[in-house]
């Protein structure tokens, strides 16, 4: 089975130690893409193009920058930087599992 183009640009993001975990698909602020969570950060492939698919990483939150996560409703998280910074990311899976996964890899301090 081939990767996926999306993973293998997420996979740039990432330092060589690191593991990319699980993902879902969504909206992050109105923009298509995939939220992927690793051992270190949140990881955000905006996927754009029908034919010639073209990928950006408009989010690359480390956890120790991460303020806040919450659900809003259903299907949306809202996502806090330190720095004050807020996204909100959709998507048509149960916000619940979302929210459970980042979680799970966050350590809070």
Not at 63 to 88: A, C, F, M, Q
Request: glycine content about 6%; proline content about 4%.
């Amino acid at each position: 089975m081939m990767t996926p183009k999306w993973y293998t640009y997420a996979e740039k993001c990432t330092s060589p130690e690191e593991h990319l975990g699980k993902h879902f698909d969504g909206m992050l602020d109105g923009d298509y893409g995939h939220l992927i969570i690793s051992d270190k950060k949140l990881i955000f492939v905006k996927e754009e193009g029908f034919i010639r698919k073209i990928f950006s990483a408009p989010l690359v939150l480390l956890y120790d920058n991460v303020k806040d996560i919450h659900p809003v409703d259903d299907h949306h998280l809202l996502i806090s930087e330190k720095t004050g910074k807020r996204y909100k990311f959709a998507t048509e899976t149960n916000i619940t599992n979302v929210n459970i996964a980042i979680h799970e890899k966050i350590k809070w301090v």
